[in-house]
C-alpha cells in the first residue's frame, strides 16, 4: 500500500495538479468554445467556412496525439519548447474547445428568429443582440452538455500522464511500478475521478438551476433522479455523444 511519505511527496501534489489541469484547461476551452461557436453563427460566409474547418479539424484528431504533437514535434519544427503541463493545458483546450463550440452554436441557433427580429426592430447592434438577447436565452440551454463536457476533460487530464506531467494518474502509476499493487491504487484513482466529476456535476446543476430561474424556466429536476439520469431535458447538441456539422 501507499506509504505516508509517498503520499505527501507525490500523490497529493498528483491530485492538486489535477485539479489545476481540469481548472486551466476548462477555461481555455470554455474560451474557445464561445469565441468559435458565436463565429460559426457569423453573418460573412468566410467566418464561417474557416471556424467550421476548425471545429471539424480538431474534433477529428486524437487529443493524445495532438498532445504528443505540441510537446514533441513542435520542439522539432519551430524550435520552441513548451513545459509539459503546457503542453497538455494546450491541446485539451484546443481540443475540447472545438466541441464545446458546437454547443455554443446549437444553442444561439435554438434561439427563437423573432426574438433576433425584436433586436433589429430596437435598433441594436449584432453584437447588442448578442448580449443582451441571444446569450441569455441560450446560455441555460448550454449547461447541461457543457457539464457532459466538463466531465469528459476531466477524465482527459489522465493523458498529460503520458508526456511526464506527475498528476495523480503518473503518480499512481510510479507506484504501481516500484510496489506492483495494481488493485488499490487503481481502485483509488477511479474513486477519487468519479469524486471530482460528482462535485463538477452537482456545481454545474446548481448553475443551471439559477441561469433558468433568471429567464422563467422550469429549474431542472434535482435529487437521485436527476444525478443518475431522469427524463433528459431538451437542450443544446450534445457534442459527445452526436456533433453536428459544420455550418
Known amino acids: 500500500m501507499m506509504s505516508a511519505k509517498f503520499f505527501e511527496n507525490w500523490f497529493l501534489p498528483g491530485v492538486w495538479l489535477t485539479v489545476q489541469i481540469t481548472v486551466l ?36 484528431t486524437s487529443a493524445l496525439v495532438f498532445m504528443f504533437w505540441i510537446a514533441f514535434t513542435v ?37 427563437p428568429a423573432a426574438q433576433r427580429e425584436a433586436g433589429i426592430a430596437l435598433n441594436f447592434t449584432p453584437m447588442q443582440r448578442l448580449r443582451r438577447i441571444e446569450l441569455p436565452q441560450a446560455w441555460p440551454e448550454m449547461l447541461p452538455p457543457f457539464n457532459n463536457l466538463l466531465i469528459e476533460l476531466l477524465k482527459g487530464t489522465s493523458l498529460v500522464s503520458l508526456i511526464a506531467v506527475a498528476d495523480m494518474t503518473f503518480a499512481g502509476n510510479l507506484k504501481r511500478l516500484v510496489s506492483g499493487d495494481s488493485a488499490p491504487i487503481y481502485t483509488l484513482l477511479l474513486v477519487l475521478y468519479f469524486v471530482f466529476a460528482f462535485i463538477l456535476t452537482r456545481v454545474m446543476r446548481l448553475l443551471e438551476r439559477r441561469a433558468k430561474a433568471r429567464v422563467g424556466q422550469r429549474p431542472a429536476q434535482s435529487g437521485l433522479r436527476a444525478l443518475f439520469g431522469g427524463v433528459r431535458e431538451k437542450s443544446a447538441i450534445d457534442p459527445i455523444t452526436s456533433a453536428g456539422g459544420a455550418k
Do not use: C, D, N, Q
Request: aromatic residues 16%; glycine residues 10%.
Open 25 to 60: 484547461s476548462a477555461l481555455f476551452a470554455f474560451v474557445v468554445s464561445f469565441v468559435i461557436g458565436v463565429l460559426r453563427t457569423s453573418r460573412w460566409r468566410i467566418v464561417r467556412i474557416l471556424s467550421g474547418a476548425y471545429f471539424e479539424i480538431f474534433r477529428s
Open 75 to 111: 520542439p522539432m519544427l519551430l524550435h520552441i519548447k513548451f513545459a509539459p503541463m503546457f503542453s497538455g493545458i494546450l491541446a485539451l483546450g484546443i481540443t475540447y474547445g472545438a466541441y464545446g463550440s458546437e454547443i455554443v452554436r446549437g444553442a444561439l441557433a435554438a434561439v
